[in-house]
């Protein structure tokens, strides 16, 4: 490619000014617009420099515009070429070679006569074909096309019409500033007419704002008090709750929701330190913190205990010069809402938590599963199973403290504080539960089994909580899967995937060795027979099909095992694991010898990753997959049934040194392995062990034909590597990796 010159392209700037964006969809709109004119420009082989090294394409978004600045565009197009298939020549001529109606009306549609089409040969015979070739338009022509199919495509559930025209867009839009280098770019994006006129901040900068070229737009809003990279508005509002929290002496507490909720709020973050009556401190601090972060998009501060103190920061989009009166706005706006979430509290604590159970038979659950109370009911009998046979584990669990925290895990969302504030569910059902003298294993049981919340949380820290977030999610899943509800596509409404995941971890990080298969069936036990009616689909006739409860149990069993399992593939990539690994694993599902626990599953997984460090792996795993492929390929002949080739092995049919030799190694190698998995289950060793066969079955298929004359030697061969599948598959199906 020749050298590039500045009279090739320039940088190029686009931007839409708005009325205030919804802060949770600035980020993915300005994503989804800068996606947008890049597919416009390369959709139209527009060169944008990415090719040379030129830097990244950048987004820029602040609650009042959306922005895609690119460093280097080109000037035009490159020159069009097109070619359109035509009809076969048989067809396109008639017996006397001249055209046919088909062949004309192709040349009309094209724009050209009939002599100027080419033919040219296919796999389906020579055809007609229309070349052509057009110089390319100049990048500023296309560009309000491209602008307008990016806006089009952005994800807006419910655009918005403002003023006499048709156009609509997530907010009303009242600028537009298209550059091309220092060249305004000429045309009409929803009504508006591109300039180089943009809008620095409200207030500090209320005058339009001139921007002489592409490239001096970011700094000239930076001078104008808008700070329109969201990575450095970020920084920024950080750096400013930072500086404000050391002034005030505390610790803030600044999650990146409640940043990014700040940064699209602001233009120009400043942050000021207030405070509120430290009576309000009597109040749960989980309920204030909610109250600051959600409602008002404050910092709360902690103290060196980490208790909340009576301090906390607002972020205004303001450089004051009265910072006071802001911080008493502040003030003056948080009283209320704390006041309303004291009085909740205090009127919440007058009623025994246990004495709301009653009430929840007439809360509806799910149609066909019940009221809450009932949902209650059958999560408490699996967590009574669920302890008891952690308990025979040697696990010090309390099977009483299990069934009473799974009678009042939904108490709480009667209370007043839960009713105003959702999002403390289990929160408030601790604070309740122990206020009234349940035990605290019990009380902190009705906060965790909710855990994990969200992806980054923690699982259940005490074992009643593990035990009853087990047990709840269990019950979920079997009630829901048989309403037939599960999920589809992206639709998830009551939250499996999520749930299927947090039982998996629940299992896995709590070192929990239950049988999953079992506590299922178990918990479709408990679901009644009218809910596995309401999740039949009628037929073709529309009829309902006739309803086999015990199989139905079965079937979804399996399903909700397998479900539960496919959650946790993206949990081991995110850890490091190959896709692979797994699938080697998981195979192991299909064998006899199905696994019993998800722990299990966790011991195996790792076990093939370190198996996969050691220098015989990949050897081995290439002789697994050519003896799971012999196996295979004798089996589909019809010459050995698989219970034939397992019978055994005759050590006086093993003819060949090399044969000799691996069987005294196989026996060797699993007599060793299978103690190892039996006695420690440390399936890392038992692969280490069974490494050592390498050598002797790279020897094998070296000197033994496996395929004999001899029908009885052939079938002992096949039977020799049977018992090999066999003993790697005992831990996983190394074939696959």
């Given at each position: 490619m020749a050298e590039r010159t500045e009279i090739d392209g320039k940088p190029l700037l686009i931007e839409i000014g708005t009325e205030e964006l919804p802060i949770h969809a600035i980020d993915e709109l300005a994503r989804a617009f800068a996606d947008g004119v890049l597919r416009g420009l390369q959709g139209r082989q527009i060169d944008i420099g990415q090719r040379v090294g030129d830097r990244e394409p950048r987004v820029y978004c602040t609650p009042r515009r959306l922005a895609v600045y690119?460093?280097?565009?080109?000037?035009?197009?490159?020159?069009?070429?097109?070619?359109?298939?035509?009809?076969?020549?048989?067809?396109?001529?008639?017996?006397?070679?001249?055209?046919?109606?088909?062949?004309?009306?192709?040349?009309?549609?094209?724009?050209?006569?009939?002599?100027?089409?080419?033919?040219?040969?296919?796999?389906?015979?020579?055809?007609?074909?229309?070349?052509?070739?057009?110089?390319?338009?100049?990048?500023?022509?296309?560009?309000?096309?491209?602008?307008?199919?990016?806006?089009?495509?952005?994800?807006?559930?419910?655009?918005?019409?403002?003023?006499?025209?048709?156009?609509?867009?997530v907010r009303p839009a009242h600028w537009l500033v298209m550059l091309h280098g220092d060249q305004v770019v000429e045309g009409e994006v929803l009504g508006l007419k591109a300039d180089r006129m943009s809008r620095g901040h409200r207030f500090h900068a209320p005058k339009p704002l001139w921007i002489t070229d592409a490239g001096a737009w970011l700094q000239a809003l930076r001078d104008a008090k808008v700070l329109a990279d969201p990575v450095e508005r970020r920084e920024r509002v950080r750096a400013e709750v930072e500086r404000v929290a050391a002034a005030l002496g505390g610790t803030p507490s600044l999650p990146a929701a409640l940043l990014d909720e700040i940064a699209n709020l602001t233009e120009w973050p400043v942050a000021i330190g207030c405070a509120f009556e430290r009576e309000f401190l009597a109040v749960p601090q989980e309920a204030l913190v909610m109250t600051m972060e959600t409602n008002q998009k404050f910092v709360p501060l902690f103290d060196a205990e980490g208790r909340l103190s009576e301090r906390f920061i607002g972020v205004a989009n303001i450089d004051s010069k009265d910072a006071a009166q802001i911080r008493r706005g502040y003030e003056r706006v948080i009283r209320p809402r704390f006041a309303d979430a004291r009085f909740f509290f205090d009127e919440d604590r007058k009623t025994p938590l246990a004495d709301y159970r009653e009430a929840l038979r007439s809360v509806t659950y799910q149609q066909a599963l019940g009221s809450v109370w009932d949902k209650c009911a059958r999560v408490a009998e699996l967590a009574r199973g669920i302890a008891n046979r952690l308990r025979d584990q040697g696990l010090a669990i309390d099977t009483a403290?299990?069934?009473?925290?799974?009678?009042?895990?939904?108490?709480?969302?009667?209370?007043?504080?839960?009713?105003?504030?959702?999002?403390?569910?289990?929160?408030?059902?601790?604070?309740?539960?122990?206020?009234?003298?349940?035990?605290?294993?019990?009380?902190?049981?009705?906060?965790?089994?909710?855990?994990?919340?969200?992806?980054?949380?923690?699982?259940?820290?005490?074992?009643?909580?593990?035990?009853?977030?087990?047990?709840?999610?269990?019950?979920?899943?079997?009630?829901?899967?048989?309403?037939?509800?599960?999920?589809?596509?992206?639709?998830?409404?009551?939250?499996?995937?999520?749930?299927?995941?947090?039982?998996?971890r629940t299992l896995i990080e709590g070192g929990l060795e239950l049988d999953l298969r079992a506590h299922l069936v178990e918990a479709l036990e408990l679901i009644p027979e009218t809910a596995f009616a309401a999740g039949l689909r009628p037929g073709k006739d529309g009829k309902a099909p006739a309803l086999d409860v015990g199989a139905r149990r079965r079937?979804?069993?399996?399903?909700?095992?397998?479900?539960?399992?496919?959650?946790?593939?993206?949990?081991?990539?995110?850890?490091?694991?190959?896709?692979?690994?797994?699938?080697?694993?998981?195979?192991?599902?299909?064998?006899?010898?199905?696994?019993?626990?998800?722990?299990?599953?966790?011991?195996?997984?790792?076990?093939?990753?370190?198996?996969?460090?050691?220098?015989?792996?990949a050897a081995l795993a290439a002789a697994n997959k050519r003896v799971a492929n012999i196996l295979r390929k004798e089996q589909e002949r019809g010459?050995?049934?698989?219970?034939?080739?397992?019978?055994?092995?005759?050590?006086?049919?093993?003819?060949?040194?090399?044969?000799?030799?691996?069987?005294?190694?196989?026996?060797?190698?699993?007599?060793?392995?299978?103690?190892?998995?039996?006695?420690?289950?440390?399936?890392?060793?038992?692969?280490?062990?069974?490494?050592?066969?390498?050598?002797?079955?790279?020897?094998?298929?070296?000197?033994?034909?496996?395929?004999?004359?001899?029908?009885?030697?052939?079938?002992?061969?096949?039977?020799?590597?049977?018992?090999?599948?066999?003993?790697?598959?005992?831990?996983?199906?190394?074939?696959?990796?």
């Open positions: 690119l460093p280097w565009v080109a000037a035009t197009q490159p020159t069009q070429r097109a070619e359109v298939l035509g009809p076969a020549v048989s067809v396109g001529l008639d017996a006397n070679g001249q055209p046919t109606p088909a062949l004309q009306g192709f040349a009309a549609r094209n724009g050209v006569e009939v002599a100027q089409l080419e033919r040219i040969a296919t796999d389906k015979g020579e055809r007609f074909v229309c070349r052509s070739v057009k110089p390319g338009q100049p990048t500023a022509a296309l560009l309000p096309e491209i602008v307008a199919e990016a806006l089009q495509a952005l994800p807006i559930p419910k655009p918005m019409r403002w003023g006499a025209h048709a156009h609509a867009f403290q299990a069934v009473r925290a799974a009678e009042l895990s939904k108490c709480d969302l009667l209370t007043r504080m839960v009713g105003e504030f959702p999002e403390l569910q289990g929160v408030m059902g601790r604070y309740y539960a122990a206020a009234h003298g349940e035990p605290a294993e019990v009380a902190q049981a009705l906060d965790e089994f909710y855990m994990p919340r969200q992806a980054g949380d923690g699982i259940a820290r005490g074992a009643v909580g593990r035990a009853l977030a087990v047990a709840e999610r269990l019950d979920t899943l079997a009630g829901i899967f048989a309403v037939g509800l599960k999920p589809s596509g992206n639709k998830d409404p009551f939250a499996l995937r999520r749930a299927a995941l947090g039982l998996a079937e979804l069993a399996e399903e909700i095992y397998l479900f539960v399992r496919e959650r946790l593939r993206g949990y081991y990539l995110e850890q490091g694991f190959g896709a692979e690994q797994f699938e080697a694993v998981a195979a192991l599902d299909d064998e006899p010898f199905a696994l019993a626990s998800l722990l299990d599953f966790d011991r195996r997984l790792r076990a093939v990753a370190e198996f996969g460090k050691l220098p015989e792996a010459a050995y049934a698989q219970g034939e080739i397992a019978m055994g092995v005759d050590p006086d049919l093993l003819r060949e040194p090399a044969e000799q030799a691996l069987w005294s190694a196989l026996e060797a190698a699993r007599g060793d392995a299978v103690t190892i998995m039996r006695e420690r289950r440390d399936y890392a060793a038992a692969l280490a062990r069974l490494a050592a066969l390498q050598a002797p079955i790279d020897r094998f298929f070296d000197e033994v034909m496996v395929v004999a004359e001899d029908l009885a030697v052939r079938a002992n061969r096949l039977a020799l590597l049977a018992h090999i599948r066999a003993l790697f598959n005992a831990v996983a199906d190394i074939a696959r990796l």
